[in-house]
């Protein structure tokens, strides 16, 4: 039996999860490698600026998107079927033409195939504090830095909460996942719970280690040719 991932043409439910981001350790999502124009600083973590002209760091909602499915793949791998890389466009393609797509792909999207998970960017609720520290460029991934020389990197400090929003189409996750994919959001979801999800520079040392807060969901459904709420309640 073929599954239909590509179910775009109509929305029959809406999963919106929300919650707070908590940074337990430091966390810096940069822009590539370069440093930002006019920064004091070697590596600084990308900003957003606010209407009120004040400027904060911020989580893109690509970055945490891009974790979410790493981690898709990485237990889908445990589960033996085997998973291809997010650039692997030749299986991208193959997929499409036989409307057969696997399951990373029918829930996080492809270039063949949009996605069905949405995720916001993610905005500090409060301050966000950040300090700055100095290392010596010997680490190839920081490409731009001499070697041997000093550079500084600015970092949000722990224990900042940012708000944290994703939306799922067309695919259970909550309160009980009904297919493949939405048991796989479910287990991310809970890594997230769990404090077990990364994101940004220096992972290797531990950082940008993310746990849930709070989170909630909302299930939207169709009825009547409108969009009504069927069911919510926390993630245990
Ligand atoms: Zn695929």
């Keep these: 039996m073929s599954v239909r991932y590509d179910d775009f043409d109509r929305l029959e439910v809406l999963t919106r999860i929300t919650g707070s981001l908590v940074n337990e350790t430091p966390l810096r999502v940069g822009v590539g490698r370069e440093p930002s124009l006019g920064s004091a600083v070697d590596l600084a973590p990308l900003r957003i600026r606010f209407a009120d002209g004040r400027t904060k760091p911020y989580i893109p909602g690509s970055s945490l998107k891009g974790v979410l499915r790493s981690l898709a793949e990485s237990i ?114 809970d890594m997230l719970v769990k404090g077990m999800v990364q994101v940004g520079a220096r992972r290797t040392l531990g950082y940008g280690l993310l746990r849930l807060e709070g989170g909630r969901y909302e299930v939207y459904e169709v009825k009547g040719g409108a969009l009504v709420k069927a069911r919510e309640g926390g993630i245990p």
């Design 76 to 189: 889908a791998r445990t589960q033996g079927p085997s998973v291809h890389d997010p650039w692997d466009f030749k299986t991208a393609e193959s997929e499409a033409e036989s409307k057969n797509y696997c399951v990373i792909c029918g829930t996080f999207g492809s270039t063949k195939l949009a996605s069905h998970v949405h995720v916001y960017d993610a905005y500090p609720e409060g301050e966000a504090p950040t300090f700055v520290k100095t290392g010596v460029g010997i680490n190839r991934d920081f490409r731009g830095v001499q070697p041997g020389i000093l550079y500084t990197e600015e970092q949000v400090a722990p224990g900042v909460r940012w708000s944290f929003k994703m939306d799922v189409i067309n695919i259970r996750v909550l309160p009980e996942p009904v297919d493949d994919r939405g048991r796989l959001l479910r287990r991310v979801v």
